[in-house]
């Protein structure tokens, strides 16, 4: 049986079902009570479960984090919502430093079964610090589960999935897609570390995750009109990252290009790459390419459509794996690497 | 920098009943100790300039909001009934002060002197950073909550460090109390007596949450525990504000360490252009506050000190209408930053990796030139 909800609806859904199956679950966060949070992904829930259950928090993140490791002491399994992606640095250090390494620390016998919801991504039109992708970050610490969502269906069944975990999960929300709708049946369920072949081709795969994963099927519609066959990954999960899929895939086609918002430096990207780098090298055709974020802070949103990766982009970079002709042709030619002048020594 | 632990204060917070005014809503003047020694230069003219100075700041906050809804600006925190808090102490700052605040401070980038045309920008989303902060002597605004107290705390700490005559304010909202990083500050500002000033604005919301969230006590008690001195002041009475400011820097000046002032004042606006207050709040509550607004009750004193109020309000408008149409012209009319943006001012000086994400995304536009 499925319904047609937006992504943000089928997040609501997921926090709905998730209190109504268990009283052990709580949500935490600000604005998330009667706003219905700044997004409306949280609309009704407090006027349904009560104060006690949907918690308007005061403004301190590294606190909502914080106390939600004691409670997930007593056995609650708290959802705390970080309002935007720019807004959780402050909670760094209690993600990091302590609900990563409890289990570890304790010798099992410690579970922080939290999940923590963060509203991710460009393509808002905002101002600074609501347009980052900092999943990296966290993806880089081992003990946290870190996954995305690209569908109103991933949403739902991932949050579920995150929500039931013993593990702590950071969910990253692609917030530019809230209000795009899918179909959403509830009762499929997905776990935490699969990813999904989304589009199949033999030509070139292209890793994408969030809110990537539209552009990069809108990428292989396109080349499917030049006669190449583009594979889509959907990654779903950033860490651990399933290698193995991708890697099964590249022995088939020969040619890979990960994209993401986040920066290229240090990136789920650098990651994947060189995972497959090592486990796939003999099928690689082409150097493996990247279409990211460029690796300056995430700019004026006046420009984000600049540094987004984008349709036009990915197509590019499809053509440069298959040695077609592209943006980059002649690049390496050292007359065009002439010193960049505009704006930049200012 | 040696650690001072500051001596205990018999009685650190005032106005913690009612907060401090000088002003009635009718305009007339209410006797006040601690404040009137510090407004006895406050003439018909001085008032004049606060007067102005709130009319042109409302208007600028007018047409903003108004620009925002035509598509001009992407988004606006409106300070609609916040402009005496903001006026009081901005004009009791000396130039070589410094100002650390949020978002929500387009009364103080106003009389520091911002570039308008630069202003705009900031707000359509063109730039990160609009004034030179070394030259109107204001950190950029701040959007991550309380992350300014400790830089002002910090600044404060410097300036006393190089014996200059020099005083940090800086600026926040009641939810920003809750942060680490504010309470950090207090405790630095306290333990190094840095001449920094704390302005809380407590207009009564975070977003939706009202102040109750964040404490079960009058946000002017929280200082006193960290040895601060505080005071609990109306800050919808510009004479009381800009009285309490004066209070607040010549302590830091003469080397009496920090001070917390609670503007107690209301957001009449939303959060900003995409907020939706009727989710969260009974717009019954504002009636109280439109009662107590901060630019009537001066145009009442004025009256009362025989001003000629058409006089003054004429002016006042054409100030206003002058600052708004300069902005307007901003607004609609800024060149929008090219894609080199993007690249720019990552660094001291240009990396090889960035220069080379710059050609090649140069190279990505020419190739598709014409498709777009
Ligand atoms: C660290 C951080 N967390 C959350 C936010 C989202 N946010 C923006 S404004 C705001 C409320 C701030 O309230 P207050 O401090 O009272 O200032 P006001 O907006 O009322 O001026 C919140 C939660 C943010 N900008 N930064
Ligand atoms: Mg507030």
Not at chain 1, 204 to 229: H, K, M, Q, W
Not at chain 2, 288 to 295: F, L
Request: glycine share 8%; hydrophobic share 40%; charged share 25%.
């Amino acid at each position: 049986m499925s319904e047609t909800l937006t992504l943000a609806k089928a997040v609501n859904a997921a926090l709905s079902d998730a209190l109504e199956g268990d009283d052990r679950v709580l949500l935490m966060g600000e604005d998330i009570g009667k706003l219905g949070g700044v997004f409306r992904v949280t609309d009704g829930l407090q006027a349904r479960f009560g104060p006690q259950r949907v918690i308007d928090s005061p403004l301190a993140e590294s606190a909502i984090i914080g106390t939600a490791i004691g409670m997930s002491y007593r056995g609650f399994r708290v959802v705390a919502e970080i309002q935007f992606d720019g807004f959780i640095y402050p909670a760094f250090d209690q993600i990091v430093a302590q609900v990563a390494k409890l289990r570890y620390r304790s010798r099992g016998r410690v579970a922080m079964p939290l999940t923590i919801r963060v509203p991710y991504g460009g393509a808002i039109g905002s101002v600074e610090h609501h347009s980052e992708s900092p999943e990296s970050y966290f993806a880089h610490t081992a003990g946290l589960r870190v996954v995305t969502a690209s569908t109103p269906q991933e949403a739902y069944s991932t949050l579920r999935a995150a929500i039931a975990s013993d593990d702590p999960v950071l969910f990253f929300e692609p917030k530019g897609k809230y209000y795009s709708k899918g179909e959403v049946d509830r009762s499929i369920v997905r776990d935490l570390e699969t990813a999904n072949v989304v589009a199949s081709g033999r030509d070139v795969t292209i890793a994408a995750y969030g809110p990537t994963v539209e552009t990069a099927l809108r990428a292989a519609i396109a080349a499917a009109d030049e006669g190449i066959e583009v594979e889509v990954i959907d990654l779903r999960a950033i860490s651990p990252l399933d290698v193995d899929t991708v890697v099964a895939s590249v022995r088939r086609t020969g040619r890979l290009v990960v994209t993401h918002e986040a920066p290229a430096e240090s990136s789920v990207s650098s990651e994947l790459i060189a995972s497959v780098a090592e486990r796939a090298f003999p099928f690689l055709e082409a150097a493996p390419e990247r279409v990211t974020g460029y690796d300056s802070p995430y700019p004026p949103s006046a420009v984000e459509h600049d540094y987004l990766p984008s349709l036009d982009r990915l197509l590019d970079a499809v053509d440069r794996t298959l040695g077609r002709r592209n943006s980059r042709t002649g690049l390496d030619d050292p007359s065009a690497l002439a010193p960049a002048t505009t704006g930049a020594a200012r | 920098m040696s650690i001072i632990v500051p001596a205990p204060h018999p009685e650190l917070a005032v106005g913690l009943d009612s907060p401090l005014t000088v002003l009635d809503l009718d305009g007339t003047r209410i006797a006040n100790e601690l404040l009137d020694p510090h407004l006895t230069d406050i003439d018909e003219s001085a008032l004049t300039t606060l007067y102005v100075d709130m009319v042109r700041v409302r208007r600028l906050d007018t047409e903003a909001f108004a620009l925002t809804r035509q598509g001009h600006l992407v988004l606006w925190p409106p300070l609609l009934g916040q402009e005496a808090a903001q006026v009081g102490p901005a004009r009791a700052l000396a130039p070589q002060d410094w100002v650390f605040g949020s978002y929500r401070e387009h009364g103080f980038a106003l009389l520091r002197g911002a570039d308008m045309a630069e202003f705009a920008r900031i707000w359509k989303a063109f730039a990160h950073g609009g004034w030179d902060p070394h030259e109107i002597r204001m950190a950029p605004s701040q959007i991550i909550i309380g992350a300014q107290t400790l830089h002002g705390t910090g600044y404060a700490m410097a300036a006393k460090m190089d014996g200059a005559d020099e005083v940090a304010l800086t600026t926040f909202g009641d939810g920003a109390t809750s942060e680490g990083d504010v309470n950090e500050a207090l405790v630095w500002a306290s333990a190094f007596q840095a001449p920094v000033v704390f302005l809380c604005q407590n207009n009564q919301y975070a977003i939706s949450e009202p102040v109750a969230v964040q404490s079960g006590v009058p946000l002017a008690l929280r200082p006193t525990g960290f040895g601060i001195p505080s005071l609990r002041v109306d800050g919808n009475d510009v004479l009381a504000m800009h009285a309490a400011a004066r209070i607040a820097f010549d302590r830091a000046r003469s080397g009496g360490g920090p001070t917390f002032i609670e503007a107690v004042t209301y957001r009449r606006g939303p959060h900003t252009t995409t907020d939706d207050p009727k989710r969260y709040r009974d717009e019954a509550e504002m009636e109280a506050w439109i009662a107590k607004d901060p630019i009537d009750r001066v145009e009442r004193a004025l009256t009362r000190m025989g001003a000629n109020m058409e006089a003054v309000r004429a002016e006042a408008k054409i100030r206003a209408d002058q600052l708004a149409k300069e902005f307007r012209a901003a607004a609609e009319h800024a060149e929008p930053p090219t894609a080199d943006a993007i690249f720019d001012h990552v660094y001291a000086q240009p990396t090889k990796r960035l220069e080379r994400q710059r050609l090649e995304h140069r190279a990505f536009l020419a190739s598709i030139e014409g498709d777009r």
